[in-house]
């Protein structure tokens, strides 16, 4: 096992993650630590930094170094952004980091932080064209990608906290200043005519795309906590926005959603956002809550792992990664996959969905024995609730726990476990057929495999007068499974209005 640990000094905060990465190629988070430095805050007019910020950035840098140590960290990557960047003695900052911790700190241009910042969303996010802001206290990186493949970037030195101090929007928004700091910000956009793309959805990466989106799921009451991949129509991003304009700092310290170290910022920040839809035309934001510090794992990662820097699929290699980290034999999950993926193919007509729901199946397939590490008897609704908070990438909100709701009912339908608020205020009555329908088709094929042999090396599901039919080729006769499958008779009536039967085709 090999432990990395990924240290970010940007303008507003300081973050150290490590990650856990095993001798299989499975990965996973295993501790976070967030300090507040505000160094934009903490440079004087001769764009130095002061002596405040080089105290509060070594005591951090000091309790890193400490949880480094404790954790045992092989591998320690450190970067310092725009604060450091800009600051005339960043690099005596970084030579002092290294002379008191032992940790090397790398500046780096915001070009490659942008990119950086891209490699974290593109592997997360399933997107295929857009732009990307990455909105830290002292500068905004822009990336424009197209086919998941980056053509423009740039990093410009607008940013929360710089920004709020501008413009003195600590408190409220004075009298004209919206317009000020709209012309302001507008003036840096407009140099960069490839941000004009008419209608490309904006991805926000930082913590006031992550605010935002807490504020608008705790006003709908929103049943998730989970921030990445959230959507926010242009509609409803001004609405929301309006009525921050209008609040005092007492006031939004008390907005649910909004914590009291990003209340003084979250104005500036916001209208940074503001300006971006008004000059890309963009018609949603989805806020990413993966950026700077996954690029940097990934392109750490994917290097030593050969493997693409962008994921062709990124639902697959996450599946892949939670199936490695929780199951020491994949080659039975793998084999029901496959098994329930040859009927979805195979009965089109009898189950009547959409090819989009295929990958539901997939996933809800893949995983649904995880549970088995907690507890076997009841492993099925223990995968349903380990599938619905896993870092599943590629999947919508509701996406996700249907999936985790398929694996749930995969050992016959459960309406108990799904009754609380989460499932009922995601899902619709509509979703419940597709889970049903697609449960069933887990079930059958986890009773094809049920004895775990491989016995029922393929099989050949096809239609005729007599109803479903399921031809299995086997080197034996499955007995188990033969008994197991005819457990699901009366459900597969049911669901679908046909019978099934089962032919044998011995070798």
Not at 200 to 224: D, E, N
Not at 465 to 483: L, Q, T
């Amino acid at each position: 096992m090999q432990r990395i640990a990924i240290i970010d000094i940007g303008s507003n905060s300081a973050r150290l993650v490590i990650s856990h990465i095993y001798k299989n190629g499975a990965y996973n988070m295993v501790y976070n630590q967030k300090e507040a430095l505000r160094l934009s805050q903490k440079v004087d007019g001769k764009n130095m930094l002061t002596e405040a910020a080089f105290r509060s950035t070594l005591e951090t840098m000091k309790s890193f170094a400490y949880m480094c140590k404790i954790y045992r960290a092989d591998k320690t990557i450190a970067v310092a952004t725009a604060a450091i960047r800009n600051a005339y003695n960043g690099v005596d900052l970084v030579s002092k980091v290294m002379e008191e911790t032992g940790i090397q700190l790398h500046i780096i241009s915001g070009n490659t932080e942008a990119y950086i910042s891209y490699l974290g969303v593109i592997n997360t996010l399933d997107v295929k064209d857009g732009i990307i802001f990455d909105l830290g206290g002292g500068s905004t990186e822009l990336i424009l990608f197209q086919n998941r493949q980056i053509v423009e970037s740039v990093s410009l030195p607008l940013g929360a906290v710089n920004t709020t101090g501008m413009f003195n929007t600590r408190n409220e928004m004075p009298p004209n200043v919206f317009s000020d700091i709209n012309f302001f910000i507008k003036s840096h956009l407009e140099r960069y005519p490839w941000l004009k793309q008419q209608g490309l959805p904006l991805i926000g990466v930082g913590g006031t795309a992550r605010t935002f989106a807490k504020i608008v799921q705790r006003s709908k009451k929103y049943p998730a906590t989970k921030i990445h991949n959230y959507a926010i129509s242009a509609q409803i991003f001004r609405s929301y926005f309006n009525k921050l304009r209008d609040t005092n700092l007492e006031q939004r310290k008390k907005i649910s959603g909004l914590s009291s170290e990003r209340s003084d910022i979250i104005l500036a920040g916001c209208s940074i956002i503001s300006c971006l839809f008004d000059i890309t035309a963009g018609k949603k934001l989805i806020v990413s809550g993966c950026g700077l510090r996954e690029g940097l794992f990934f392109d750490y990662y994917c290097k030593a792992h050969n493997q693409p820097l962008v994921a062709d699929n990124i639902l697959k290699r996450s599946c892949e990664n939670i199936l490695k980290l929780y199951t020491a034999d994949t080659s039975h999950s793998k084999h029901i996959t496959a098994l329930a993926l040859n009927m979805f193919d195979s009965w089109p007509k009898l189950h009547g969905l959409p090819k989009s729901n295929r990958k539901l199946l997939e996933t809800a397939a893949l995983l649904h024995d995880i549970g088995i590490t907690i507890n076997f008897y009841s492993h099925a609704r223990h995968s349903a609730y380990m599938i619905q908070n896993a870092q599943l990438f590629g999947l919508t909100h509701r996406e996700q726990i249907m999936a985790a709701a398929i694996a749930g009912w995969h050992n016959g339908v459960s309406k108990n476990y799904f009754r609380d608020r989460f499932y009922k205020e995601l899902l619709d009555d509509e979703d419940w057929v597709i889970v049903n329908k697609l449960a069933l088709l887990l079930a059958l094929a986890e009773s094809l495999d049920y004895s775990q042999t491989n016995q029922v090396s393929k099989i050949h599901p096809y239609l005729d007068k007599r109803g479903a039919i399921i031809k299995i080729f086997a080197n034996d006769i499955p007995s188990i499974e033969m008994h197991q499958i005819e457990g699901h008779n009366s459900w597969f009536k049911k669901i679908f209005g046909a019978e099934l039967n089962v032919e044998l085709a011995t070798k």
